[in-house]
């Protein structure tokens, strides 16, 4: 044991996918602070490079970045094999890849008597190659992803796994339901997994953020037009107790918490991260 601090962290090597997002950055951003070799994977090998760099200048740390997607398997072993000589073997997986994709998502929130003959912007008029694209790219990524970038660990007899899910995970939301379908799966993997590999020294846990204001959601959330929220914005504030969207750097202590030796007796538990929303039940 650490004395309960994160120093057995230091200069390990980990791997982040999506790392060039908002939460994969926040989070490559935390840890190079404490002295994590960082290796940013994201299919935008431009943008993995220039975040790398970011990160690296204002921390002082390790980052780099790697050309890899999360759905091609011989593209994340090419990944894998850079990482390996560029810093050592990966002993720390954050599977962040992820996000909706707008033909994924309905226009309405229910199917009310109103807009019975506007099917095309209800569950029947979704397009189900975007649905496929977000539910592969939330749930084949994490499985893909993790099949290649574990090896080391199990060479090692040591390591920890930590999936990104949802809210929606575990109360589905409106409007999202292969994002949600995806994540549920998420939650899923990580408990079983976390049995297949008990005996291997390999961790696997999850964080469930509340609700950020990202890229992806934005346009659930602000009106385009006027800048404003949207009622769905204001539904969310309204049910989340702390009042506010959560920041993703306040996603870094729990971060810590389940890749440290800290919790070596914790595998395959969902940790929510949301301000209060699980716990409230709106009234």
């Known amino acids: 044991m650490n004395n309960l601090n994160f120093e057995d962290l230091i200069n390990q090597v980990c791997a982040i996918t999506g790392g060039a997002g908002v939460i994969g950055s926040a989070l490559a951003?935390?840890?190079?602070?404490?002295?994590?070799?960082?290796?940013?994977?994201?299919?935008?090998e431009e943008k993995a490079i220039e975040t790398a760099s970011i990160i690296a200048n204002s921390t002082g740390g390790i980052v780099n970045g790697y050309k890899a997607n999360v759905l091609d398997k011989e593209s994340l072993q090419k990944a894998k094999e850079k990482i390996n000589s560029d810093l050592g073997p990966i002993t720390l997986l954050i599977n962040g890849?992820?996000?909706?994709?707008?033909?994924?998502?309905?226009?309405?929130?229910?199917?009310?008597?109103?807009?019975?003959?506007?099917?095309e912007g209800s569950f029947f008029g979704l397009d189900i190659d975007s649905f496929d694209f977000v539910f592969n790219l939330n749930f084949k990524g994490t499985i893909i992803s993790t099949m290649?970038?574990?090896?080391?660990?199990?060479?090692?007899?040591?390591g920890s796994v930590i999936n990104i899910s949802s809210m929606n995970a575990f109360k589905p939301l409106t409007k999202i339901p292969a994002y949600s379908a995806a994540k549920a799966s998420?939650?899923?993997?990580?408990?079983?997994?976390?049995?297949h590999l008990a005996k291997t020294g390999i961790r696997v846990n999850a964080i469930a953020p509340g609700f950020l204001f990202t890229t992806q959601n934005r346009f659930l959330l602000v009106d385009e037009k006027t800048g404003e929220p949207t009622m769905r914005g204001k539904k969310i504030i309204a049910n989340t107790p702390m009042g506010r969207y959560g920041e993703t750097e306040e996603l870094v202590g729990t971060i810590l918490y389940l890749l440290s030796d800290v919790s070596i007796f914790v595998t395959g538990i969902t940790v929510p991260v949301d301000g209060g929303y699980s716990a409230y039940g709106g009234i």
């Not at 951003?29 to 935008?44: C, E, P, Y």
């Not at 290649?148 to 040591?158: A, I, P």
């Open 29 to 44: 951003q935390g840890l190079s602070q404490l002295g994590v070799k960082i290796a940013i994977l994201d299919i935008n």
């Open 97 to 119: 890849a992820g996000g909706n994709h707008p033909k994924a998502t309905t226009k309405f929130e229910t199917i009310e008597k109103e807009n019975i003959n506007e099917l």
């Open 148 to 158: 290649v970038l574990t090896r080391d660990m199990l060479v090692t007899g040591k």
């Open 186 to 195: 998420v939650n899923n993997f990580t408990q079983w997994l976390a049995v």
